[in-house]
């Protein structure tokens, strides 16, 4: 039923009239109507001076279509889907193979070419490894480590993996993990304490992780230990009051250390807690007068308790900058690392190539702010896939 015809666009002397035409279908005519006939002009297209025309001409060219997609109405007839075959037939197979070997081959292709500022890279590394290659360099790998790491991967890896990259970054992944000392997060044995000193750069997030690690002490384990902190940052009222914020909220011991004769004390002072978690003063790595303060502190430390010292350390900054840092503290007989800022950056190769360069095990990573969920105990397969796949807090 034709319901009704609006002019919407006038015609003009570069354009012929447009018109919006509203039509309706009466179930019990719908085969009548396919079915209408009309006197076709010679060479086949029908008149459109009037609206009736334009109808007729919508509706020829709809059975034309019809005719050459051997379209069925599908308001009368409907086919059950096929069901999809349970296997792949051998041609397919084969032919998907084929396809998997020319895409590894773009590949190859594109990535001989993706830094022409190194020629050398030609002359040691064959063309199949050139995108795993890329890869971990561009993520901030030390270019002589990862050239040790790829020379290890060529001699060790067999040739009939070498035809795929998938399974060529597979290799290379596993290789990668067994390269990163990590340490467990072990608990304090019956009638032991854990005393954790956290020292590093200012503006690393010390003071946050320290927070981080108390209330997962205190709150996230199996048990609850008693968890007490020391704040020997009296250079930055702010961390002390921070620190202080955190204590009260958490039903905390702290106690503030100004002179380093009284670090010793503040810790026997706390020696009903499991866990005493320590903050230090943040300094420049070249501020050598700040850093002998705190080893006059763990000089000074005449108690029974062992102190871990943990370098902290952002994940932003180049290996270079991390290399610099570490050997500033190292006077301080650094146990562990820890990467905060995980989630501010892209590249990742710096962090594998600190611990790879000096052998010291990472154990945690903080990739937020928000206290106490942002803080991950470390872990080799987090830290490779972050370096050749990018941060995703979706794989923590």
């Keep these: 039923l034709h319901i009704d015809t609006k002019e919407i666009q006038k015609k003009s002397l ?32 029908p ?13 020829y060219a709809a059975q034309q279509i019809s005719k050459i997609a051997d379209v ?11 069901p999809q075959a349970t296997f792949e037939p051998k041609e397919l197979k084969e032919i998907k193979a084929e396809i998997a070997k020319l895409g590894d081959k773009v590949k190859i292709i594109q990535n001989m070419f993706w830094d022409e500022k190194s020629p050398e890279l030609e002359s040691h590394i064959p063309s199949e490894f050139a995108e795993i290659y890329r890869l971990a360099y561009q993520s901030g790998m030390n270019r002589e480590h990862l050239d040790a790491i790829m020379r290890m991967t060529l001699e060790h890896m067999p040739f009939r993996m070498r035809e795929n990259s998938a399974t060529i970054k597979r290799y290379f992944q596993t290789l990668l993990r067994k390269m990163v000392p990590v340490r467990l997060e072990s608990m304090p044995s019956v009638g032991n304490k854990k005393v954790m000193m956290l020292v590093g750069p200012t503006g690393v997030g010390k003071t946050t992780s320290v927070a981080k690690l108390a209330a997962r002490y205190s709150y996230l384990m199996q048990k609850k230990y008693k968890v007490g902190l020391v704040v020997l940052d009296t250079y930055r009222i702010g961390a002390v009051e921070q620190l202080m914020q955190y204590a009260r909220m958490m039903k905390l011991g702290i106690e503030t250390v100004v002179d380093p004769i009284d670090f010793a004390s503040a810790l026997e002072s706390l020696r009903y807690c499991d866990y005493i978690l320590i903050d230090t003063m943040g300094s420049s790595p070249y501020d050598k007068t700040k850093i002998e303060k705190i080893y006059e502190c763990l000089e000074g430390n005449d108690t029974k308790y062992n102190i871990d010292v943990v370098l902290v350390m952002p994940s932003s900054i180049k290996y270079e900058d991390l290399k610099a840092t570490y050997e500033n503290f190292s006077t301080l007989n650094v146990d562990t690392l820890m990467f905060t800022k995980l989630d501010e950056t892209r590249g990742f190769g710096n962090i594998f190539s600190l611990a790879y360069e000096t052998k010291k095990p990472i154990s945690y990573f903080s990739v937020g702010q928000e206290v106490p969920e942002d803080l991950v105990c470390a872990s080799s397969d987090f830290l490779v896939e972050c370096l050749l796949n990018g941060f995703n807090r979706s794989k923590i």
Aim: net charge negative.
């Design 14 to 45: 570069g354009r012929e009239a447009l018109y919006e035409i509203v039509m309706g279908i009466e179930s019990d005519t719908l085969h009548s109507t396919y079915e209408k006939t009309s006197t076709i002009p010679k060479d086949g297209r």
């Design 47 to 59: 008149l459109t001076q009037k609206s009736a025309d334009v109808l007729y001409d919508i509706s």
């Design 72 to 82: 069925r109405d599908p308001l009368y007839e409907y086919q059950e889907p096929k």
